[in-house]
């Protein structure tokens, strides 16, 4: 059985990756991007401090609520949307199976 979820991630350029995250192994989406080299900085180390790593979530998977950490880092952000999330937030999970993203625009 797999323990892998499939996630879409759109990057920077409109480009469409479907790659396999590992539901297992503890990881966020910002390191799933980073480990697929799509370019997510992830400055702060994934502690919500930087918002390099911010996203905008396309596809109606259930995700937890925003942090307070979370939402204050969105506040100071730029290109922030109503769908706007961190990806050092979002922890893989068996449940967002089919999860689509969209990098948001560099500062």
Do not use: W
Request: charged share 30%; aromatic share 6%; with cysteine.
């Amino acid at each position: 059985m797999s323990q892998d979820i499939k996630i879409k991630i759109i990057d920077r350029e409109g480009e469409t990756h479907k790659v396999d995250a590992p539901y297992d192994m503890a990881m966020n989406l910002m390191e799933v991007c980073k480990a697929y080299d799509l370019p997510v900085e992830g400055t702060c180390g994934g502690i919500a401090m930087c918002a390099s790593c911010q996203c905008y979530v396309l596809s109606d998977s259930m995700l937890p609520e925003r942090s307070y950490d979370e939402e204050a880092m969105l506040s100071e952000a730029f290109y922030v949307k109503d769908n706007s999330r961190l990806g050092c937030q979002i922890q893989i999970t068996k449940e967002l199976d089919g999860l689509m993203i969209e990098l948001a625009p560099e500062e």
